[in-house]
């Protein structure tokens, strides 16, 4: 820690002169800590996971023996550990300083519906799940491709990977389809549709470049 006594002000960095009057500073025998002990935070962070972890895991057990013991079987427990799981797994993901955001969105969204399917699962399976709910996901995550890349002109290209992952998603209900599953088809057609033609119309526009992004994604020579 320095102190300028003509400004009167105490400066935590390491220096010899005044930021503000270029003085000469006293240096005090109090230097302290100019920046945070980094290692010490993350060993910090991983002790709260852990505890976080933990005490889920005991919330899960908990709930599917209360719900054995005082039910003809698993309802309502399924639904409480399932939330519990995937508000867990949110949590580990927004604590993990090596998750990149993109990878973040994808797996919450995938838990997410998956979730959703199993509330519908549990409730006695009407079908609302993969007739509104998937193919609902699928036009949100589009939209949100085309707002990304509108917002990151510089690097549109690269959202090309998740339009082929948006594709294969809706794939899915259109697989269901053909195996009865999915009762009210025209969603999930139209939400496979729009996966095309957005994947289709950024080809078209983006030219060589889109072509390059693909070839080095996938290692085409």
Not at 40 to 59: E, N, Y
Not at 116 to 121: E, G, L, P, S, V
């Amino acid at each position: 820690m320095s102190r300028c006594h003509h400004c009167g002000i105490t400066i935590s960095d390491v220096t010899q002169t005044c930021p503000l009057c270029k003085g000469v500073v006293e240096i005090s025998g109090d230097t302290g800590d100019t920046y945070p002990d980094i290692p010490q935070l993350r060993k910090k962070l991983a002790i709260v996971r852990r505890g976080v972890v933990f005490a889920c895991l005991v919330a899960i057990a908990l709930m599917i023996f209360i719900d054995y013991h005082t039910s003809d079987g698993l309802g309502w427990s399924m639904i409480a550990a399932g939330g519990t799981l995937l508000g867990l797994v949110t949590f580990i993901l927004m604590t993990d300083p090596n998750a990149g955001y993109r990878n973040r969105s994808l797996i919450t969204i995938a838990l997410s519906v998956a979730y959703i399917i199993m509330i519908d699962y549990v409730t006695g399976f009407r079908g609302w799940s993969v007739n509104f709910v998937i193919p609902g996901v699928i036009f949100l995550f589009n939209l949100s491709l085309l707002i990304l890349m509108f917002f990151n002109k510089r690097s549109w290209y690269s959202y090309l990977i998740y339009q082929i992952l948006a594709i294969l998603a809706g794939a899915v209900p259109i697989i269901l389809i053909y195996m009865h599953i999915v009762t009210f088809p025209v969603l999930s057609e139209l939400a496979f549709g729009s996966s095309v033609f957005l994947f289709i119309g950024t080809l078209l526009f983006g030219g060589r470049m889109a072509l390059d992004e693909l070839q080095r994604r996938f290692y085409i020579g």
